[in-house]
C-alpha cells in the first residue's frame, strides 16, 4: 500500500489523535520542511475552526503533497520522540501506519505515482464521473474546444487542489479568462472548462505552467501521464511575468506583512474593500480595479513593498527589469 493511501486509510484515526496537541505537530511538519513557510502561516491563522478542524487542514494538506510527503509524515508520527511521548495512542497504529511494500512508480519521478490514462466514452462530458454526473457549466464534447489532455487526468488534478490553490489558479488565469467567469468558479474543474473553450488545453503546457508557479509538481507529473507525448509551446505567452510575478510575492509574504500592506493602502483602497481580502492576491486585484497596478506600471507596489519587506521589493524590481 503507498503511503498517501495508508494516510488516507487511517485518516480519521490520525487526525482524532494529533487534534490533542495541533500546534506540536504543526511545528514538527514545519520542522521537517513538509510545509513551507506561506503554508504555515495560513495553517496557524486559520480561524473559527476547533482543534480538529486545524489537524483536518494539515493533514489535507500533507495528502494533496504526495506520496513522498505522506511517507515522511507516517515516519514522523512514528519516530519523533514529541510526538510519540505527546501521542501516545499512536502507538496502538503503528502497525497500520506502515507502509507494506515499495511504491510502484511509472514514470519513477519524485515519488509520485502516475494515473493510468482512461478516454471518456464517446458523447460525455468533460469530467464526466461515469454517473451521468459532470461538472456544471461544461459543454458537450462535440461542442466544446479540442483538449487532448486526458479529461479524467483533469479530474484527478481537480480532486487534489484545495480552494485556496483553485483561487490562486483563477488570478494567474485573469489575463486569459473574464473576471466575471472566474468570480463564478469554486472548482478547479469549472476553470479547465473555461481553458478548454479557449484552446488552452490542446497541450499540456500552459497548465504545466500554472501548476509549476503554485509549487504542485507532483500534479505535473500526473499531467504528463495523462497527456502522451505532446508538442510543447512556450506557456509564458499567455501565462505573464506579470502574473506569476504577483503570485511569487504573495506566496513570500507573511501573514502580519499582508496585515501591514492592507493598512499602507487603506486610504487609496478603503477599508470596505480590504475587509474583503483574505490574502495578497485579494489586495492585487483589488489594486488593478483602481488601476493602482498593471504589467506596465508597479510604482504603486513596489513603494508600497519597500516599506514592508525589502527582499519583497526587491522581486517587483527584478520584473521591472526583465520587462
Same mark, same amino acid.
Given at each position: 500500500?503507498?503511503?498517501?493511501?495508508?494516510?488516507?486509510?487511517?485518516?480519521?484515526?490520525?487526525?482524532?489523535?494529533?487534534?490533542?496537541?495541533?500546534?506540536?505537530?504543526?511545528?514538527?511538519?514545519?520542522? =521537517?520542511?513538509?510545509?513551507?513557510?506561506?503554508?504555515?502561516?495560513?495553517?496557524?491563522?486559520?480561524?473559527?475552526?476547533?482543534? &480538529?478542524?486545524?489537524?483536518?487542514?494539515?493533514?489535507?494538506?500533507?495528502?494533496?503533497?504526495?506520496? /513522498?510527503?505522506?511517507?515522511?509524515?507516517?515516519?514522523?508520527?512514528? @519516530? /519523533?520522540?514529541?510526538?510519540?511521548?505527546?501521542?501516545?495512542?499512536?502507538?496502538?497504529? $503503528?502497525?497500520? *501506519?506502515?507502509?507494506?511494500?515499495?511504491?510502484?512508480?511509472?514514470?519513477?519521478? #519524485?515519488?509520485?505515482?502516475?494515473?493510468?490514462?482512461?478516454?471518456?466514452?464517446?458523447?460525455?462530458?468533460?469530467?464526466?464521473?461515469?454517473?451521468?454526473?459532470?461538472?456544471?457549466?461544461?459543454?458537450?464534447? !462535440?461542442?466544446?474546444?479540442? %483538449?487532448?489532455?486526458? /479529461?479524467?487526468?483533469?479530474?484527478?488534478? #481537480?480532486?487534489?487542489?484545495?480552494?485556496?490553490?483553485?483561487?490562486?489558479?483563477?488570478?494567474?488565469?485573469?489575463?486569459?479568462? %473574464?473576471? =466575471?467567469?472566474? &468570480?463564478?468558479?469554486?472548482?478547479? =474543474?469549472?476553470? +479547465?472548462?473555461?481553458? !478548454? &473553450?479557449?484552446?488552452?488545453?490542446?497541450? $499540456?503546457?500552459?497548465?504545466? &505552467?500554472? *501548476?509549476?508557479?503554485?509549487?504542485?509538481? /507532483?500534479?505535473?507529473?500526473?499531467?504528463?501521464?495523462? !497527456?502522451? #507525448?505532446?508538442?510543447?509551446?512556450?506557456?509564458?505567452?499567455?501565462?505573464?511575468? +506579470?502574473?506569476?510575478?504577483?503570485?511569487?510575492?504573495?506566496?513570500?509574504?507573511?501573514?502580519?506583512?499582508?496585515?501591514?500592506?492592507?493598512?499602507?493602502?487603506?486610504?487609496?483602497?478603503?477599508?470596505?474593500?480590504?475587509?474583503?481580502?483574505? @490574502?495578497?492576491?485579494?489586495? +492585487?486585484?483589488?489594486?488593478? =480595479?483602481?488601476?493602482?497596478? %498593471?504589467? @506596465?506600471?508597479?510604482?504603486?507596489?513596489?513603494?508600497?513593498?519597500?516599506?514592508?519587506?525589502?527582499?519583497?521589493?526587491?522581486?517587483?524590481?527584478?520584473?521591472?527589469?526583465?520587462?
Amino acid at each position: 500500500m503507498s503511503a498517501k493511501a495508508t494516510v488516507r486509510r487511517n485518516k480519521t484515526a490520525i487526525q482524532t489523535i494529533l487534534s490533542g496537541d495541533y500546534r506540536l505537530i504543526l511545528n514538527k511538519v514545519y520542522e =521537517k520542511e513538509l510545509i513551507n513557510q506561506r503554508e504555515y502561516n495560513s495553517l496557524k491563522s486559520i480561524y473559527r475552526e476547533d482543534a &480538529e478542524g486545524h489537524v483536518i487542514e494539515l493533514v489535507d494538506k500533507i495528502m494533496n503533497k504526495g506520496d /513522498d510527503t505522506c511517507g515522511a509524515f507516517l515516519n514522523l508520527l512514528q @519516530t /519523533d520522540e514529541d510526538i510519540k511521548s505527546t501521542f501516545p495512542q499512536l502507538k496502538d497504529l $503503528n502497525e497500520a *501506519l506502515c507502509v507494506s511494500r515499495p511504491v510502484e512508480i511509472s514514470p519513477p519521478h #519524485n515519488g509520485v505515482e502516475s494515473k493510468v490514462k482512461i478516454t471518456p466514452a464517446k458523447g460525455k462530458t468533460m469530467f464526466d464521473d461515469g454517473k451521468g454526473k459532470g461538472a456544471q457549466h461544461v459543454t458537450p464534447c !462535440s461542442d466544446r474546444s479540442r %483538449s487532448t489532455i486526458n /479529461d479524467r487526468t483533469l479530474l484527478d488534478i #481537480n480532486n487534489e487542489l484545495e480552494s485556496s490553490e483553485v483561487a490562486a489558479l483563477c488570478f494567474l488565469c485573469s489575463d486569459v479568462v %473574464s473576471r =466575471k467567469h472566474l &468570480e463564478e468558479i469554486r472548482q478547479a =474543474k469549472e476553470l +479547465f472548462s473555461r481553458l !478548454s &473553450e479557449k484552446g488552452l488545453l490542446e497541450n $499540456n503546457t500552459f497548465l504545466k &505552467e500554472l *501548476l509549476r508557479t503554485i509549487h504542485r509538481e /507532483d500534479l505535473i507529473i500526473r499531467l504528463k501521464a495523462g !497527456s502522451g #507525448n505532446l508538442e510543447e509551446t512556450d506557456a509564458r505567452r499567455v501565462l505573464s511575468n +506579470f502574473r506569476i510575478m504577483l503570485y511569487k510575492i504573495y506566496d513570500d509574504m507573511t501573514v502580519d506583512g499582508l496585515e501591514s500592506m492592507k493598512l499602507l493602502l487603506k486610504s487609496k483602497l478603503g477599508k470596505r474593500h480590504l475587509d474583503h481580502c483574505k @490574502t495578497a492576491l485579494d489586495v +492585487f486585484a483589488e489594486m488593478e =480595479k483602481k488601476e493602482l497596478i %498593471s504589467d @506596465t506600471h508597479v510604482d504603486e507596489l513596489y513603494d508600497v513593498l519597500q516599506k514592508l519587506d525589502a527582499k519583497l521589493a526587491k522581486t517587483v524590481k527584478h520584473y521591472t527589469t526583465r520587462r
